[in-house]
């Protein structure tokens, strides 16, 4: 059994899904059920939101399932299906917005054990980095509050009486993240695995934890921008921010000829 948030959306354009922010139910299905979900209109997530709203901050639960959304690969949906058969690996494939394009689809894998959010995107990562799908978007599959599309009429192909994915085998360990290529925007995405800690940081150790993430950030070959994102993020998760202006001054001011 899988859980997954969704919302029918028939015959919602993929514009269209831009603009929707709320899942309407959170349920629970056997993950041989999904083909019938991944031929119609249906946004949907493998978590669960506070008020059903799709933001990162709303995740309120755990998930058993990983989406990856793969959008430029050489590798035909069927070829990969026969690659992933050979692994004997439990999953669902199927196109994106148009179905005719064999080259563009995603691949759902449950997961032999419950995941957070942060090892959500620590698995994902652990799936390019161990070899079984190097090709995914990795910004789009690595965002547990991304929400995914499936449509009517779209080509699925699936395996149900394999194993399913083994996370202490693919989830990386933090310190394997490496910052340094990520883009300022990626590097949002992928913020709490590393900095989540220091959101507790209290009034008077702010700037210095404020630094600490700043050098960290250095250490691991970001730049300029780069540490600027991160710092400014973490000012953000403090119950009490410090002006922006402050940050500036006292901390990314000693940062500024780093590119």
Known sequence: MIRLSIRHVPGFTKQDREYVTHFNRYVERHFSGLPKLL????IYSPFNFLGYYKVTEAICSTANFVVLDVDDTTMSITERHAELLAEDLTH??????DPTNMYKYRILFP??????DVEYRLVVRGIEANGLVTDMDLGASCKPAGAFYSYAGS???????GNSLPVDDYMIEPEEVDYSSMNPQELLDNFEVEFGSYRYATPGRRTKSLFSVAFKLRESGCTYDQIATGVLTVNGMFLQPKPTVEIHRRVLSKFKGHT
């Not at 669902?92 to 917005?97: D, E, K, R, V, Y």
């Not at 997961?111 to 957070?116: G, Q, S």
């Open 39 to 42: 031929r119609d209109d249906f």
């Open 92 to 97: 669902c494939l199927a196109t994106t917005s």
């Open 111 to 116: 997961l032999d054990k419950d995941v957070t």
């Open 155 to 161: 080509t699925v192909l699936s395996h149900f009486s």
